[in-house]
C-alpha cells in the first residue's frame, strides 16, 4: 500500500513499472532542447458535428447523439478529471513563474521507457502495452506527459537529498525485499470480517479481489517486492511487514485510507552491492523517489477542492463514479 494512493496513470505515470504495484486504492538528465520552445498545455478540441458522422455501420449512421452518453459513462469523469488537473497545473505554473518546454516533455516520455526496461526495444514495446491497456492515445499521451512534466517542475521545489534518503534509496534497490499480498477495507469493522475469514480458511487472493479496495485487488493483492526502508510505503505498514513471519497474516494495520491486513509470502535476500559504489546511482533514485511523492501529493492536493459544474447527466455519473483523489 504505497502513500501515493490510487496513482492513476490517468493523472500521473512516474517510474511505472512492469512488476505488480498497490497501496494506492495507496524519473534521468537529457541534452537539453537547443530551441528550447515553451509547451502549452493541451487545449481541448471541439468534436466535429458536420455533415459527415463519425461512423458508419451496414449502411446506417451511428450519429454523434447515440455515442456521446456510452463515452461519456465509460471515460467522461476521468477525462474532465484530467483537463481539470491541466488547467490547475497551469495557474500553478503562473504563480510559481515556471514554464515547460520541450525538452521537458521529451524527459518525460525517456522517463517512462526508462523505468519500464533499460533494454530500449523492449521499453518500446511495454509502453506501447501500456498505452493500449490505458486508451492513451496521441491527444491523451501527450496531455499526461505536459502534466508530468509541470507536477515534476512544481514537485522540485520540495525536494532535499540527504543521506538518509539516499540509504533509502540504496536499500530499496538492493537491501532485501518482501513479497505480500494486501487487503485494504475501509472500516475496522470490516477489517475484523476479512481477518474471521481469513482465519476460517478462505484464500487471501479470493477475499483480496472480493473485499479490497486497493487497486491490487484485481491481482489477489499481490503487491511488487517491497524492502524495509521504501519510502513510498508507510512506515505501520513496513514495520508490520517485516515483523511477521512467511505465510502468516498481520492484524488490522490502520492507514490513511482504512486498514490494511497483510500476508508475507517471502522474502528476497539483499544483492550486497558496495553502498560506495552505486552513492551516485542511489543519489539520483531518491531524487525520482521523492519526486514521484511529491507529484503525487501536489496532483491529489489540488484535485481534492475541484467541484466543476456538470451539466450533462451521464458526464455527471462518470464524475461522481470515478476514483476519488481524496480516497
Known amino acids: 500500500m504505497r502513500t501515493c494512493v490510487l496513482c492513476l496513470c490517468a493523472v500521473v505515470l512516474v517510474g511505472c513499472s512492469t512488476e505488480p504495484k498497490g497501496l494506492d486504492s495507496f524519473p534521468s538528465d537529457t541534452k537539453p532542447n537547443p530551441r528550447s520552445v515553451v509547451v502549452a498545455s493541451p487545449a481541448a478540441k471541439p468534436i466535429s458535428t458536420n455533415d459527415r458522422p463519425p461512423a458508419i455501420f451496414n449502411g446506417d449512421v451511428i450519429a454523434w447523439e447515440e455515442m456521446q452518453p456510452r463515452l461519456y459513462e465509460v471515460s467522461g469523469g476521468q477525462v474532465i478529471e484530467e483537463i481539470v488537473l491541466e488547467r490547475l ?6 504563480l510559481a513563474d515556471l514554464t515547460i518546454d520541450e525538452a ?12 519500464l526496461s533499460t533494454d530500449s526495444a523492449r521499453a518500446t ?9 490505458q486508451s492513451l492515445g496521441p491527444t491523451r499521451w501527450a496531455a499526461l506527459l505536459w502534466r508530468n512534466a509541470a507536477l515534476r517542475a512544481l514537485a522540485k521545489r520540495e525536494i532535499t537529498i540527504s ?13 532485501p525485499r518482501r513479497i505480500a499480498r494486501l487487503i485494504v477495507v475501509s472500516d475496522i469493522s470490516k477489517a475484523e470480517k476479512v481477518r474471521t475469514r481469513l482465519n476460517a480458511g478462505d484464500p ?11 487497486s491490487s485487488a484485481e491481482r489477489g493483492g499481490l503487491l511488487t517486492p517491497i524492502a524495509r526502508l521504501d519510502p513510498s510505503f508507510p512506515p505501520a505498514f513496513r514495520e508490520v511487514l517485516f515483523t511477521i513471519k512467511p505465510g ?7 492507514l490513511e485510507n482504512g486498514y490494511a491486513i497483510i500476508q508475507l509470502l517471502e522474502e528476497i535476500p539483499g544483492d550486497g552491492a ?8 542511489d543519489e539520483r533514485s531518491a531524487r525520482r ?12 492536493t489540488l484535485l481534492r477542492k475541484a467541484r466543476p459544474t456538470i451539466f450533462d447527466d451521464s458526464l455527471s455519473d462518470s464524475w461522481n463514479r470515478r476514483p476519488r483523489a481524496e480516497n
Open 204 to 214: 487471501f487472493p479470493e477475499v483480496a479481489a472480493q473485499l479490497s479496495i486497493d
Open 274 to 281: 558496495n553502498p560506495a559504489t552505486t552513492r551516485a546511482e
Open 89 to 94: 497545473l497551469r495557474q500553478e505554473l503562473r
Open 289 to 300: 523517489a521523492q519526486e514521484r511523492v511529491e507529484m503525487d501529493r501536489l496532483a491529489r
Open 163 to 175: 543521506d538518509d534518503t539516499i540509504r533509502q534509496a540504496y536499500d530499496t534497490v538492493h537491501g
Open 125 to 133: 514495446q511495454l509502453l506501447t502495452a501500456l498505452r493500449n491497456a
Open 248 to 254: 502468516e497474516n498481520s492484524a488490522a494495520i490502520l
Open 104 to 115: 521537458a516533455i521529451e524527459l518525460e516520455e525517456k522517463t517512462a521507457l526508462e523505468a
